[in-house]
């Protein structure tokens, strides 16, 4: 992409004219109004630069191939179209000007004597305007200055018009950008408070979670207390699994499979709603690899809560992440979902 120097007249000559042509790439027209607005110099120099052209279309300077392109791409705009037509006029009136001041005049003997006999000084005298032009060439030279007044006028009228609407373009453009701006801030800080609401309301369904955990822990039947209880079995790991909770993260540890433990008890809690019988058990890893499965299992009752208790030898693990589906058969002979329960198994 061309380099735009906006402290550069020199190097940005053939820039400008290609913008002002059309003949700049996209990129180019992107980065020549970036600097059109924030540098006032570099804004002069497309002036100029434009002025230049003009003036060179009008006189006949350009080239065939450039006139035909200022024609099709410059004057294509009305309001350009109408700049060079009032250039133009006043070029003519111009070239007029000079015409008329480039006259013969009158010229006067100093040696002929006056109306009273007098005869002039030998100097030179610059003689009184009036005296160069017939009253026809002075109605005409008045004319020709009233239009270049008038045009005059109107040219740096229209240009001053153009300046305040390209400023109040600008303006616009940063004010709509500055609203823009507080609204995407306005809208961030309510994301911010919606996500810490959502955090909030997550840990506090975390800490319900594990009260519920704990006292479903509590009502469980406790074994019958005898004179000598027995102590519980050698190598017996337990754990309590809800629907979608997992036993990994969050509060609830994974299991650890130390070398003593050689058979896993789960207990999988079921809503009172869910089915109690013809129950399919299926435990698979996160992969999806089969481990284990059983059907026509019964869930029971303790205490009001239904749950399905299931013993495994630990050697059916590894360590791994394992996903376990309670399925009932669905009236098509096929099966459909009842439960899900996630639980990790660590060394």
């Excluded at 065939?64 to 003519?92: C, H, N, S, T, W």
Aim: with cysteine; aromatic share 6%; charged share 25%.
């Amino acid at each position: 992409m061309t380099q735009i120097y906006p402290h550069s007249e020199s190097g940005n000559t053939d820039v400008i004219r290609h913008y002002l042509l059309g003949l700049s790439t996209e990129d180019e027209c992107e980065q020549i109004e970036a600097h059109l607005f924030a540098d006032d110099e570099f804004f002069g120099q497309i002036k100029a630069a434009e002025d230049q052209l003009i003036d060179e279309y009008l006189t006949g300077l350009l080239p065939v191939p450039i006139r035909e392109q200022f024609e099709r791409e410059y004057l294509r705009i009305p309001e350009r179209r109408k700049k060079v037509e009032m250039a133009g006029d006043l070029l003519r009136l111009t070239l007029a000007r000079k015409t008329i001041e480039a006259a013969p005049t009158a010229t006067r003997n100093p040696e002929a004597p006056d109306a009273l006999g007098q005869t002039q000084q030998s100097s030179t005298v610059v003689p009184f305007p009036s005296r160069k032009f017939s009253p026809g060439n002075r109605k005409q030279l008045a004319v020709a200055a009233l239009l270049v007044i008038t045009i005059g006028s109107g040219w740096g009228l229209w240009k001053i018009t153009h300046l305040q609407s390209q400023l109040e373009e600008a303006q616009t453009t940063q004010e709509r950008e500055t609203k823009r701006a507080t609204d995407l801030e306005h809208q961030l800080a309510q994301e911010r408070g919606t996500a810490a609401e959502l955090a909030k309301r997550l840990e506090a369904e975390r800490q319900h979670r594990s009260q519920l955990e704990q006292a479903l822990l509590n009502s469980l039947p406790s074994p019958p207390q005898t004179s000598s209880p027995s102590p519980a079995p050698a190598g017996l790991l337990s754990c309590i699994l809800f629907p979608n909770l997992t036993r990994s993260s969050g509060g609830a540890r994974p299991l650890r499979l130390t070398p003593s433990v050689n058979t896993i008890q789960f207990q999988l809690m079921l809503q009172a709603h869910q089915p109690d019988s013809s129950l399919t058990v299926l435990i698979r890893t996160a992969e999806g690899t089969e481990v284990w499965h059983q059907e026509n299992i019964r869930a029971r009752q303790a205490r009001g809560q239904k749950l399905i208790n299931l013993k495994l030898p630990a050697t059916t693990f590894e360590p791994a992440d394992y996903v376990i589906e309670v399925r009932q058969k669905s009236s098509d002979q096929g099966f459909e979902k009842v439960a899900t329960y996630h639980f990790a198994v660590r060394n």
